[in-house]
């Protein structure tokens, strides 16, 4: 609530967590906070380390449901601060409805790159609410949208291997290949073992969308996926059930259109996570994940959250994964009967390029990276010993 963009600059340094909240452009527009959108990198086919987030989606803090398509981007860099320009984007045809829970990825095929979008929850249409569950949610349809965002233009597919809606699931993009694992279907209250494997072909004339059922699933929502080499992913978190957390890890690798999961070692998990009911995170890119806890489930302090960082190694390193200790807790300045409950463990939304900033490895003066004193900005410095 303190900062007025929602939007939120990590790093981890010395097992310090440092927040700082980001700013925009003058020609941006608003980008609300919201909760559970689904977020993508584009990268520029020209300049590789020129890229965009696509923002899609979720939850506003007034508990409405976005259909709308950001594009955030780095426009200035200095050793003070870091200035990104949001814009919303307009799309045609079958435009995807308001959702949360739901994935997008970046294809590419022939030369072209394609976003697809998959999955998701939605409020029940007007038409079929009733006063006792006015505002109950249901899973949206299990259509497979292609949007293509330099002509703004949205197409669904429907497969007949996609018979039941899913949210919360775990969806990893390789080339033209997008493979969808787990996720929660609320019409069966099941967590589907279902792996499904996307085929995007995009010829000159019409795309071409097939999907297939492989093997080896396993049944999970909310599960977190950090890459660990250009081939290796890591499987971690989630829920095997509304009561169950999956606390086993998992490695998983894309090769020559081919996919193998096979169980890894898991790391020394602390008392505190093996008992709390409720875990949240997401992937901070290179390997580590952050991991948090309500501090309800301590005991200690109930309106704080306790964080660790879970870094996972490749191959080349044994494939061996080490919990650090608690490295922060923060405490909230929420009112804890306002906040939403948890749903699943998708609180927090991180992107691997956004979590590195170095405005404290510059300490010569520049003129230039003066803050504008219509503009606030301020540090969040937490550790073991620090009570904000």
Same mark, same amino acid.
Request: aromatic share 10%; charged share 25%; hydrophobic share 30%.
């Given at each position: 609530?303190?900062?007025?963009?929602?939007?939120?600059?990590?790093?981890?340094?010395?097992?310090?967590?440092?927040?700082?909240?980001?700013?925009? $452009?003058? %020609?941006?527009?608003?980008?609300?906070?919201?909760?559970?959108?689904?977020?993508?990198?584009?990268? $520029?086919?020209?300049?590789?380390?020129?890229?965009?987030? +696509?923002?899609?989606?979720?939850?506003?803090?007034?508990?409405?449901?976005? !259909?709308?398509?950001?594009?955030?981007?780095?426009?200035?860099?200095?050793?003070?601060?870091?200035?990104?320009?949001? +814009?919303?984007k307009d799309l045609g045809g079958d435009v995807p409805e308001a959702?949360?829970?739901?994935?997008?990825?970046?294809?590419?095929?022939?030369? *072209?790159?394609?976003?697809?979008?998959?999955?998701?929850?939605?409020?029940?249409? /007007?038409?079929?609410?009733?006063?006792? *569950?006015?505002?109950?949610?249901?899973?949206?349809?299990?259509?497979?949208?292609?949007?293509?965002?330099?002509?703004?233009?949205?197409?669904?597919?429907?497969?007949?291997?996609?018979? !039941?809606?899913?949210?919360?699931?775990? $969806?990893?993009?390789?080339?033209?290949?997008?493979?969808?694992?787990?996720?929660?279907?609320? #019409?069966?209250?099941? =967590?589907?073992?279902?792996?499904?494997?996307?085929?995007?072909?995009?010829?000159?004339?019409?795309?071409?969308?097939?999907?297939?059922?492989?093997?080896?699933?396993?049944?999970?929502?909310?599960?977190?996926?950090?890459?660990?080499? %250009?081939?290796?992913?890591?499987?971690?978190?989630?829920?095997?059930?509304?009561?169950?957390? =999956?606390? @086993?890890?998992?490695?998983?690798?894309?090769?020559?259109?081919?996919?193998?999961?096979?169980?890894?070692?898991?790391?020394? &998990?602390?008392?505190?996570? *093996?008992?709390?009911?409720? &875990?949240?995170?997401?992937?901070?890119?290179?390997?580590?994940? /952050?991991?948090?806890?309500?501090?309800?489930?301590?005991?200690?302090?109930?309106?704080?959250?306790?964080?660790?960082?879970?870094?996972?190694?490749? @191959?080349?390193? %044994?494939?061996?994964?080490?919990?650090?200790? #608690?490295?922060?807790?923060?405490?909230?300045?929420?009112?804890?009967?306002? $906040?939403?409950?948890f749903e699943d463990s998708e609180e927090f939304c991180f992107s @691997?390029? @956004?979590?590195?900033?170095?405005? %404290? !490895?510059? !300490?010569?003066?520049?003129?230039?990276?003066?803050?504008?004193?219509?503009?606030?900005?301020? &540090?969040?410095?937490?550790?073991?010993?620090?009570?904000?």
């Amino acid at each position: 609530r303190s900062c007025p963009t929602g939007v939120f600059l990590l790093n981890i340094k010395q097992n310090e967590l440092k927040m700082k909240p980001a700013f925009f $452009s003058k %020609d941006s527009c608003y980008l609300p906070p919201l909760r559970y959108p689904a977020l993508c990198t584009l990268r $520029s086919d020209a300049r590789p380390d020129k890229y965009q987030y +696509i923002i899609h989606g979720g939850k506003t803090p007034n508990n409405d449901l976005s !259909d709308k398509v950001y594009f955030m981007s780095l426009v200035n860099k200095t050793s003070k601060k870091m200035t990104f320009q949001c +814009i919303e984007k307009d799309l045609g045809g079958d435009v995807p409805e308001a959702r949360y829970g739901h994935t997008i990825n970046v294809v590419h095929s022939r030369g *072209k790159s394609m976003s697809v979008l998959f999955g998701g929850r939605s409020y029940t249409p /007007l038409a079929q609410r009733t006063t006792e *569950k006015w505002n109950s949610v249901v899973d949206c349809l299990p259509s497979v949208f292609l949007i293509d965002f330099e002509f703004g233009c949205c197409t669904s597919y429907v497969l007949p291997e996609l018979q !039941d809606g899913l949210s919360f699931h775990v $969806s990893i993009a390789r080339d033209d290949t997008i493979y969808i694992l787990g996720g929660h279907s609320l #019409q069966n209250n099941t =967590r589907s073992p279902n792996l499904y494997k996307l085929k995007i072909d995009l010829p000159l004339g019409s795309p071409a969308v097939t999907c297939t059922i492989l093997p080896g699933g396993i049944s999970v929502s909310s599960a977190i996926v950090t890459q660990i080499s %250009d081939t290796e992913f890591v499987l971690v978190g989630g829920y095997h059930s509304d009561n169950q957390k =999956r606390l @086993a890890c998992n490695t998983i690798v894309l090769e020559d259109s081919k996919i193998e999961i096979v169980e890894s070692v898991s790391p020394e &998990w602390t008392p505190d996570i *093996k008992h709390c009911r409720t &875990w949240f995170g997401c992937d901070m890119g290179k390997g580590s994940v /952050l991991l948090g806890i309500p501090g309800a489930n301590k005991q200690l302090i109930p309106d704080a959250n306790y964080f660790y960082i879970l870094r996972c190694k490749g @191959a080349e390193e %044994d494939k061996e994964e080490e919990l650090i200790t #608690q490295i922060c807790s923060q405490t909230s300045s929420e009112d804890p009967g306002d $906040s939403t409950p948890f749903e699943d463990s998708e609180e927090f939304c991180f992107s @691997a390029e @956004a979590n590195t900033f170095d405005a %404290d !490895d510059a !300490d010569t003066y520049n003129e230039d990276d003066e803050e504008d004193e219509s503009e606030t900005g301020y &540090w969040i410095t937490c550790c073991a010993s620090c009570n904000i």
